[in-house]
């Protein structure tokens, strides 16, 4: 974030967060891309133990008490580590613990949120199935209620901390009669019997973080770990949103920053005909484009961080988060693309990081919903804002400012 911007308390956590990047051995790093690290437990307990995980939690449950401004810096710094790092750092102590604390019992928030936040135990999000991606309240998995437990059957994919987690955030269908958003509920899926990692993906980037498919099969879930209402997982996957795609924002700007400075340096010292190649506005126009785009994508972030933090109207809420997530994660992928081409042949090799972040970020546009689906949301909510706006006639009618705009027999709809 832009340090003006910050006050004492947000300026210090960040610094936290740099020395806690500065302190991640090199080699997890290139091990994880290599996937010879499957989860990186290590990271997350000291993250736990310098008391980085979920600050915006109370106090008494591990948190810090800070805001979605905080929150963000902090997930900028991890990001500058790789993507995978903050998916990691954020899965579990952002999504699974915003469900827990905001919907969860004071039991849960005892026996789960405390320990994550701590580095002790790990947790992970079950949202993708096999037969369905964006189409999330269309799940096949089920929760059948068997008295004093639930019976869990189904699979989810694409998991995230599939390998190393503890256990899962998982949305089941426990009324197959009810309309779509009506017939799901959310469930604490601890590691255990019936539950079973039954494929590990081979990626394209964001290695190393056990992103695996997982199954359920027969997995007696206890009644006590249901989280919010019995067919009320639609208002835990409404809190959820902010930090999946406004968490998603920050983390990506993060892992962009790299690829500017890497380029930016190496254009200062490469030369071509006598002189560096940042002189060439070939060069320098590109680099100035991506300097651009981090700019903007970060006030994005922070802009919409503040109307979070001021509980702002969740109807503009999603429509703003949504361009964030949009408008960063394309501009992040943009800036990388400009890097490795300012580079040259170089840049495609691994002598420089510039190509992993290149693989790691292609995901950014396509997890925690798709692109697209951000589009539909950000037009559905600007509709909706406009036609309110309309109906209230608060506004000047700007049509009305042309010459003709009262011809009749024009004006046809």
Not at 18 to 37: A, G, T
Not at 164 to 186: H, R
Request: proline residues 3%.
């Amino acid at each position: 974030m832009f340090d003006y911007l910050l006050n004492e308390e947000t300026s210090k956590i960040r610094d936290e967060a740099r020395d806690f990047v500065k302190w991640v051995p090199r080699e997890m790093i290139l091990k994880m891309d290599r996937d010879e690290i499957r989860f990186p437990k290590e990271f997350l307990q000291e993250a736990g133990r310098r008391n980085l995980l979920g600050c915006r939690y109370p106090k008494k449950w591990g948190g810090r008490e800070l805001d979605w401004v905080s929150t963000c810096v902090v997930l900028e710094e991890i990001g500058s580590l790789g993507y995978i790092f903050s998916c990691l750092f954020g899965v579990g102590a952002e999504l699974v613990c915003d469900a827990i604390v905001f919907h969860g019992t004071e039991f849960q928030k005892q026996k789960y949120v405390q320990p994550l936040l701590k580095g002790e135990i790990f947790a992970a999000e079950c949202l993708t199935e096999p037969r369905g991606g964006s189409d999330f309240f269309g799940a096949a998995t089920t929760a059948v209620d068997k008295g004093d437990y639930y019976l869990l059957n189904g699979q989810k994919r694409f998991i995230v901390g599939a390998e190393g987690a503890d256990y899962f955030l998982v949305y089941a269908k426990t009324d197959p009669d009810a309309k779509s958003q009506e017939a799901l509920s959310c469930f604490i899926v601890e590691k255990g019997e019936g539950v079973r990692v039954k494929y590990l993906y081979g990626l394209m980037g964001c290695r190393g973080g056990g992103t695996g498919r997982l199954v359920f099969d027969n997995v007696k879930v206890p009644k006590e770990n249901m989280v919010g209402k019995l067919n009320g997982a639609y208002d835990v996957f409404n809190t959820m949103m902010i930090p999946e795609r406004l968490g998603t924002s920050a983390m990506t700007i993060g892992s962009a920053r790299p690829a500017l400075e890497i380029s930016t340096r190496y254009t200062t010292k490469r030369k071509s005909f006598g002189k560096p190649i940042s002189h060439f506005q070939g060069v320098s126009f590109q680099v100035a484009e991506a300097k651009m785009l981090l700019d903007a994508a970060k006030a994005m972030i922070y802009s919409t961080s503040l109307a979070v933090d001021k509980n702002q109207d969740l109807n503009l809420v999603r429509g703003l988060i949504s361009e964030t997530k949009k408008f960063v994660t394309e501009s992040s992928q943009k800036i990388v693309h400009n890097a490795m081409q300012v580079m040259g042949g170089i840049g495609y090799t691994d002598i420089y990081p510039i190509e992993r972040i290149y693989r790691d970020l292609r995901l950014a546009s396509i997890w925690t919903g798709t692109n697209e689906v951000m589009s539909m949301i950000i037009a559905h909510e600007w509709y909706r804002d406009f036609k309110s706006r309309q109906s209230k006639n608060k506004t000047r009618n700007l049509e009305n400012d042309a010459i003709n705009a009262f011809v009749q027999d024009e004006k046809i709809f």
